[in-house]
C-alpha cells in the first residue's frame, strides 16, 4: 500500500485534539510531532488492523506526555503518514 505525508501547523493548545482527531480517522500510519525550531518532540507509529479502541488506550500516556510538554502561544508542525487508497485521485493540499 502506498502512503503520503501531510504537514499541519497547530498552536500548542491544540496538539492533542489534532492528534486524537487524526487517530480516529483509521487512515493513519505514522504521526510526528516537531517543536517551531524542526526538533522532533514526538514519534510513534500506529499499527494497522489494531481496534481504534486498542490504539486509544496504547497512545493516551503519549498523549498525556504531549500535552505536557507542548507550550502554548507556540506553533507546532505534525506531520501525518497516510495509507493511500486506489479511491484517492490526488494529495490534499494541506488543512
Request: glycine share 10%; no cysteine; net charge neutral.
Amino acid at each position: 500500500m502506498d502512503t503520503w505525508t501531510e504537514k499541519i501547523q497547530v498552536a500548542g493548545d491544540r496538539v492533542v485534539k489534532t492528534v486524537r482527531e487524526l487517530v480516529k480517522e483509521g487512515n493513519v500510519r505514522k504521526i510526528i510531532i516537531r517543536k517551531p525550531n524542526g526538533e522532533v518532540l514526538k514519534e510513534f507509529s500506529l499499527t494497522a488492523g489494531v481496534a481504534m479502541g486498542g490504539i486509544a488506550l496504547l497512545i493516551a500516556p503519549i498523549l498525556a506526555a504531549i500535552g505536557a510538554a507542548v507550550a502554548v502561544g507556540m506553533n507546532y508542525t505534525i506531520e501525518v503518514v497516510r495509507n493511500r487508497d486506489d479511491s484517492d485521485e490526488a494529495e490534499p493540499q494541506g488543512r
